[in-house]
């Protein structure tokens, strides 16, 4: 209660250990085309391999995605991922095909009768994939390839039992037809054991065991379809007190009808790229901006990851040229100068000077890369080893893993060029591997904001402190909230420079700032003076020789 009108004690808790959270700054996002996986829906992806069980091998034209996004996972542990939306079609066991996107998109989805099972997401992938069931007739499951991998003969389910039905279980197996997943053909991918073709039957722990569902929760392969009994004659979807068929035993659909478009346009990656606008709901920091296409269209998907990146203002867009203005070209250089200087002016995006040539273990080739997926790495990885206002380039924090060599390799006159128009060189040295030897960011103006470091510190002070200020928010504009603001935010800031992130700082919340017409207005104002340690761009060594006989005080003058 507010006051007490009778003599007693009354409790309460004031909560003033309140602390500047930390917030990431190491999540990668990237949108492209691939084999597999579902499109226009974000994934996290820890590991490589975890890219390829949710997205598929590269092939020759995925490769331009899966490629930089294998790159960033060398360093960092968190990618988002986006399947752009082309016009792929899912394999179908009636051959037709027909495009199924994600899950959202199924269930919205009107599937012919013809159509038993459906390939999970688009692409020829599908087309490997067969489905083989064999339900309650002992005859052919004795025949049934695939009968060792179960324990015994289905039959009737203790819940159909209980209600009066019979023959309702199922064994179905999904195989890799051609070898297409695996390598080997006719390896099996999944078996579902005793599931049950009544289309209200549970599980002995409860849990729903109707073939429909448990394919279309479990399977990391096909979609259940439709139910026809002119074409499916021994498949049921009734109700468990039937006594189903099982007559014709063992069966396998072969899929076919799903096609590859892995060419997205640049409206189509725009799209893409769009799920990871809001900053609100969606944490990323590093996006990886892939492969520019060739021409204008390199330009403006460039451009677009710019403005996604000064749209979102927490995370930095890491771009590429386009790889045939590095790759076996004399005038390497002035291409990409030309290209770059086309580009917006932004602190929030890096640009990287060439494509890498790395090695395809999937397919066992060399290929042309962007160099964008690694570079966002070194970002992640100096998160790792030491805070994200460290510089990513040099020696140290900047050597790129897995290169064969590069496509361009600059000379000190190149490399001059290159970074007077925004683009980091990065540079093979003999001995000391493949660097990135900057560290600008596209802002074309001088300013403490045409660095990486400074950028990617401003925004990790930035998110934190914002994530914090929140729970000021409805309270009282008076003296007890400043200072318990300033509390909050000081602590937090001497820390970073104790981390060597800033130089110094200060923190304005008081009257001066907070004046009768703010508070009157329902504002709050706190001013933070921020001097942001710089990286070291030149180094200038000066030798002196001296006579034998002089002092060193007298020419220093100490």
């Given at each position: 209660?507010?006051?007490?009108?009778?003599?007693?004690?009354q409790?309460?808790?004031i909560?003033?250990t309140n602390?500047?959270?930390?917030?990431?700054?190491?999540?990668g996002?990237?949108?492209?085309a691939?084999?597999?996986?579902p499109?226009?829906?974000i994934?996290?992806?820890?590991?490589?391999?975890?890219?390829?069980?949710?997205?598929?091998?590269p092939d020759?034209?995925?490769?331009?995605?899966?490629?930089?996004?294998a790159?960033?996972?060398?360093?960092g542990?968190?990618?988002?991922v986006?399947?752009a939306?082309?016009?792929?079609?899912?394999?179908?066991n009636?051959?037709?095909?027909?495009?199924?996107?994600?899950?959202?998109?199924?269930?919205?989805?009107?599937?012919?009768s013809?159509?038993?099972t459906?390939?999970?997401?688009?692409?020829?992938?599908?087309?490997?994939?067969?489905l083989?069931?064999?339900t309650?007739?002992?005859?052919?499951f004795?025949?049934?390839?695939?009968?060792?991998?179960?324990?015994?003969?289905?039959?009737t389910?203790?819940?159909a039992?209980?209600?009066?039905?019979?023959?309702?279980?199922?064994?179905?197996?999904?195989?890799?037809?051609?070898?297409?997943?695996?390598?080997?053909?006719?390896?099996v991918?999944?078996?579902?054991a005793?599931v049950s073709?009544?289309?209200?039957?549970?599980?002995?722990?409860?849990?729903?065991?109707?073939?429909?569902?448990?394919?279309?929760?479990q399977?990391?392969y096909v979609?259940f379809?439709?139910?026809d009994?002119?074409?499916?004659?021994?498949?049921?979807?009734?109700?468990?007190?039937?006594?189903?068929?099982?007559s014709?035993?063992?069966?396998?659909?072969?899929?076919s009808?799903?096609?590859?478009d892995?060419?997205?346009?640049?409206?189509?990656?725009?799209?893409?790229?769009?799920?990871?606008?809001?900053?609100?709901?969606?944490?990323?920091?590093?996006?990886?901006a892939?492969?520019?296409?060739?021409g204008?269209d390199?330009?403006?998907?460039?451009?677009?990851?710019?403005?996604?990146a000064?749209?979102?203002?927490?995370?930095?867009?890491?771009?590429?040229?386009?790889?045939?203005?590095?790759?076996?070209?004399?005038?390497?250089?002035?291409?990409?100068?030309?290209?770059?200087?086309?580009?917006?002016?932004?602190?929030?995006?890096v640009?990287?000077s060439?494509?890498?040539?790395?090695?395809?273990?999937y397919?066992?080739?060399?290929?042309?890369?962007?160099?964008s997926?690694?570079?966002a790495?070194l970002?992640?990885?100096?998160?790792?080893v030491?805070?994200?206002?460290?510089?990513?380039a040099?020696?140290?924090?900047?050597?790129?893993?897995?290169?064969?060599k590069?496509?361009?390799?600059?000379?000190?006159?190149?490399?001059?060029d290159?970074?007077?128009?925004r683009?980091?060189p990065i540079?093979?040295?003999?001995?000391e591997g493949?660097?990135?030897?900057?560290?600008?960011t596209?802002?074309?103006?001088?300013s403490?904001?045409?660095?990486?470091?400074?950028?990617?510190?401003?925004?990790t002070?930035?998110?934190?402190?914002?994530?914090?200020?929140k729970?000021?928010?409805?309270?009282?504009?008076?003296?007890?909230?400043?200072?318990q603001?300033?509390?909050?935010v000081?602590?937090?800031?001497?820390d970073?420079?104790?981390?060597?992130?800033?130089t110094d700082?200060?923190?304005?919340?008081?009257e001066?700032?907070?004046?009768g017409?703010v508070?009157?207005t329902n504002?709050f104002?706190?001013?933070?003076?921020?001097?942001?340690?710089?990286s070291?761009?030149?180094i200038?060594?000066?030798?002196?020789?001296t006579?034998t006989?002089?002092?060193?005080?007298e020419?220093?003058?100490?």
């Amino acid at each position: 209660m507010a006051f007490q009108v009778s003599p007693g004690v009354q409790v309460k808790e004031i909560d003033l250990t309140n602390v500047v959270p930390a917030v990431s700054t190491s999540i990668g996002a990237i949108a492209g085309a691939f084999q597999w996986g579902p499109v226009g829906e974000i994934r996290t992806i820890g590991s490589e391999k975890e890219l390829v069980q949710v997205y598929g091998k590269p092939d020759a034209n995925t490769y331009k995605y899966f490629m930089p996004a294998a790159q960033f996972l060398q360093y960092g542990n968190s990618l988002r991922v986006v399947r752009a939306e082309t016009d792929n079609l899912n394999a179908t066991n009636d051959g037709t095909g027909i495009k199924i996107t994600n899950e959202s998109d199924y269930e919205a989805t009107s599937i012919a009768s013809t159509i038993f099972t459906v390939a999970k997401y688009p692409g020829t992938l599908g087309n490997a994939l067969a489905l083989s069931f064999c339900t309650a007739n002992s005859t052919a499951f004795a025949a049934w390839t695939y009968r060792n991998l179960f324990d015994s003969v289905p039959g009737t389910s203790n819940f159909a039992a209980k209600r009066g039905g019979q023959d309702d279980e199922m064994h179905i197996v999904v195989v890799d037809e051609d070898g297409s997943w695996t390598g080997e053909a006719g390896t099996v991918l999944e078996t579902f054991a005793f599931v049950s073709q009544a289309s209200d039957a549970l599980g002995d722990d409860g849990t729903n065991n109707f073939y429909a569902e448990v394919l279309n929760n479990q399977s990391a392969y096909v979609w259940f379809g439709n139910h026809d009994n002119a074409t499916f004659p021994e498949m049921g979807s009734a109700a468990a007190n039937t006594s189903f068929t099982t007559s014709n035993g063992a069966t396998t659909l072969t899929m076919s009808g799903g096609t590859d478009d892995n060419a997205p346009t640049v409206g189509e990656l725009t799209t893409a790229y769009d799920l990871f606008g809001d900053a609100e709901t969606l944490d990323v920091n590093l996006i990886i901006a892939g492969e520019a296409p060739a021409g204008a269209d390199g330009v403006t998907h460039a451009n677009n990851m710019i403005a996604l990146a000064e749209g979102r203002k927490d995370c930095v867009v890491f771009v590429s040229p386009r790889i045939a203005d590095t790759v076996n070209n004399s005038t390497a250089a002035a291409d990409v100068i030309t290209w770059a200087d086309q580009l917006t002016s932004s602190s929030y995006a890096v640009i990287d000077s060439t494509a890498l040539y790395m090695y395809d273990k999937y397919n066992d080739v060399y290929r042309w890369v962007s160099a964008s997926g690694a570079v966002a790495g070194l970002c992640a990885n100096t998160d790792n080893v030491a805070d994200a206002w460290f510089s990513p380039a040099g020696l140290n924090r900047g050597q790129l893993l897995g290169v064969t060599k590069v496509a361009f390799n600059p000379k000190k006159a190149d490399r001059d060029d290159l970074y007077k128009a925004r683009v980091n060189p990065i540079v093979s040295f003999p001995g000391e591997g493949t660097v990135l030897f900057g560290d600008k960011t596209a802002l074309a103006k001088p300013s403490a904001f045409d660095r990486i470091n400074v950028r990617r510190l401003f925004i990790t002070l930035e998110k934190a402190v914002s994530t914090a200020s929140k729970f000021q928010l409805f309270e009282f504009n008076d003296e007890f909230t400043r200072a318990q603001f300033r509390n909050l935010v000081e602590p937090f800031l001497r820390d970073v420079k104790g981390r060597r992130g800033i130089t110094d700082f200060l923190v304005v919340c008081d009257e001066t700032n907070n004046t009768g017409q703010v508070i009157d207005t329902n504002q709050f104002v706190a001013d933070i003076y921020i001097k942001p340690a710089r990286s070291i761009n030149f180094i200038t060594l000066n030798f002196v020789a001296t006579r034998t006989g002089v002092e060193f005080s007298e020419i220093v003058g100490q």
